[in-house]
């Protein structure tokens, strides 16, 4: 998928309004200036930008419920932003955002303030496991960890309605053939838009 591409992606899915655009826009605008100070995205991917990280992000609320008011998102390991800012940005999800690295967070929560957008993004500067208990509706994590410790870790937030969201790249169904055949019935792979080889695990608790 080209830049082109993912931007006429973004407009005809996600039906993106003039004011969404500019936040999109101030969004990457600040994290490329951040990456002077911080490695927040490699330098490979920030020429390929909203193939790489926008589109790969915003793909998956094509698999989210579709209505996202009142409902919580919640992001596990945000780092730069992706999914968790890309999310709050396009729909209507109140997304909490765990990140424990400390300069990710103040990234993280000045992007946050400059967008105008802190009452649908709260970020959790915290490891997962000091995060007090509450359900979600949704549950992402991009760069996490492993399958099996991500499910044992985050699986206290997640309910009988809640739909987890994890691309797992190339190694998608290998991990998800590591999990215990319980585990493996509450997952299936969809293809990722960005990557014909890389996979995201769509599951329902």
Same mark, same amino acid.
């Given at each position: 998928?080209?830049?082109?591409e +993912?931007?006429?992606?973004?407009?005809?899915?996600?039906? &993106?309004? *003039?004011e969404?655009? =500019?936040?999109l826009?101030?969004?990457?605008?600040?994290?490329?200036?951040?990456?002077?100070? /911080?490695?927040?995205?490699?330098?490979?991917?920030?020429?390929? $930008?909203?193939?790489?990280?926008?589109?790969?992000?915003? /793909?998956?609320?094509?698999?989210?419920? +579709?209505? !996202?008011?009142?409902? $919580?998102?919640? =992001?596990?390991?945000?780092?730069?932003?992706?999914?968790?800012?890309?999310?709050?940005?396009?729909? =209507?999800?109140?997304?909490?955002? &765990?990140?424990?690295?400390? *300069?990710?967070?103040?990234?993280?929560?000045s992007?946050?303030? %400059?967008?105008?957008?802190?009452? %649908?993004?709260?970020?959790?500067?915290? *490891?997962?496991? /000091? &995060?007090?208990?509450?359900?979600?509706?949704?549950?992402? +994590? *991009?760069?996490?960890?492993?399958?099996?410790?991500? @499910?044992?870790?985050?699986?206290?937030?997640? #309910?009988?309605? #809640?739909?987890? @969201? @994890?691309?797992?790249? %190339?190694?998608?169904?290998?991990?998800?053939?590591g999990?215990?055949?319980?585990? /493996?019935?509450?997952?299936?792979?969809?293809?990722? @838009? #960005?990557?014909?080889?890389?996979?995201?695990?769509? !599951?329902?608790?």
């Amino acid at each position: 998928m080209t830049e082109d591409e +993912a931007r006429i992606w973004l407009q005809n899915y996600c039906d &993106v309004s *003039r004011e969404t655009w =500019d936040q999109l826009d101030a969004f990457l605008a600040y994290l490329s200036e951040e990456m002077q100070h /911080q490695n927040l995205i490699s330098k490979a991917s920030a020429d390929h $930008i909203w193939a790489r990280h926008v589109v790969d992000s915003a /793909q998956l609320l094509s698999h989210a419920p +579709a209505k !996202g008011s009142g409902k $919580i998102w919640l =992001d596990l390991g945000t780092g730069a932003g992706f999914p968790g800012m890309i999310i709050a940005i396009l729909s =209507d999800y109140h997304v909490e955002m &765990v990140e424990s690295r400390n *300069r990710r967070i103040a990234f993280l929560e000045s992007a946050v303030s %400059k967008l105008g957008i802190a009452n %649908k993004a709260k970020i959790w500067g915290a *490891r997962l496991e /000091q &995060v007090s208990t509450h359900p979600v509706d949704v549950i992402s +994590a *991009r760069a996490f960890a492993p399958l099996q410790k991500l @499910l044992s870790l985050s699986h206290r937030f997640s #309910t009988e309605k #809640t739909v987890w @969201l @994890l691309p797992k790249g %190339k190694n998608a169904v290998k991990e998800l053939k590591g999990l215990s055949p319980k585990r /493996q019935k509450m997952f299936h792979v969809e293809q990722s @838009l #960005t990557d014909p080889d890389a996979g995201i695990l769509v !599951g329902l608790d």
